[in-house]
């Protein structure tokens, strides 16, 4: 157990519909990111956030938002879903935002766009 | 900006054998060299890592060395066992990725009984 919590663990839904993916860092981690890893893909870096204040940018969809609340838990929404965002969505957390900083990920949300 | 790039894609190898995967990257001001494993549906767990202070790290059959002339690290995994087929990721950071890890493509190790 890496301490990050991520929910749902699953979910399914409709094309054109809009979701919402949680994350609680590890107790103490002020750095949160989101990564996207579609089936048999490498580990795409969509945001990062840092004690409450947007810190990276990676290749993140305008469709898609994340922010981080003052108790550190994030949220990723992601809007007009299409078939090609089905994918595993990872966050991640650090203590801080500098180098050298072991990130720990969570377990993951699979979301599955029909 | 970084890159890494990640090789073999895939790599087989025969139970007991060693396996190594080569990453290598274009800012020399990297810093921090991360290697995760990746179980099947599972999220990446740090196995290694290495500074740019230090040429070699092990951790019982697990050791990443580093060479910061030809900046390029490497994963070695000696005595493979079964429990080793995954996928294996490298990362660097350092100051030209603003201390993002930027990440290689992933290397998906097979052990063969």
């Known amino acids: 157990d890496s301490g990050v919590t991520q929910t749902p663990k699953h979910l399914i839904t409709a094309t054109g519909q809009r979701v919402t993916l949680r994350c609680s860092p590890r107790?103490?981690?002020?750095?949160v990111y989101w990564y996207q890893q579609s089936l048999d893909q490498g580990l795409q870096f969509l945001i990062q956030?840092?004690?409450?204040?947007?810190?990276a940018k990676g290749n993140i969809l305008e469709r898609f938002s994340a922010q981080q609340f003052p108790d550190l838990h994030s949220e990723l929404n992601l809007s007009s879903l299409e078939l090609g965002d089905s994918a595993l969505y990872f966050c991640?957390?650090?203590?801080?935002?500098?180098?050298?900083?072991?990130?720990?990920f969570g377990e993951g949300s699979w979301l599955t766009v029909v | 900006g970084e890159n890494v790039e990640q090789h073999p894609s895939t790599l087989s190898v025969q139970e007991g054998d060693s396996a190594v995967i080569k990453c290598t990257y274009s800012?020399?001001?990297?810093?921090?060299f991360p290697w995760y494993k990746q179980e099947l549906g599972k999220r990446p767990q740090l196995i290694i890592d290495?500074?740019?202070n230090v040429g070699e790290k092990k951790d019982q059959r697990i050791a990443v060395t580093l060479n910061k002339t030809a900046k390029h690290f490497s994963l070695h995994i000696t005595e493979t066992q079964p429990e080793d087929s995954a996928v294996y990721f490298c990362?660097?950071?350092?100051?030209?990725?603003?201390?993002?890890?930027?990440w290689g493509a992933g290397t998906k190790l097979i052990i063969k009984p």
């Open positions: 956030y840092y004690n409450g204040e947007e810190r």
């Open positions: 107790s103490g981690d002020l750095s």
């Open positions: 991640a957390s650090s203590v801080s935002s500098t180098s050298g900083n072991t990130i720990y």
């Open positions: 290495i500074r740019s």
């Open positions: 800012d020399s001001a990297s810093n921090y």
């Open positions: 990362a660097a950071s350092g100051l030209d990725s603003n201390y993002q890890l930027i």
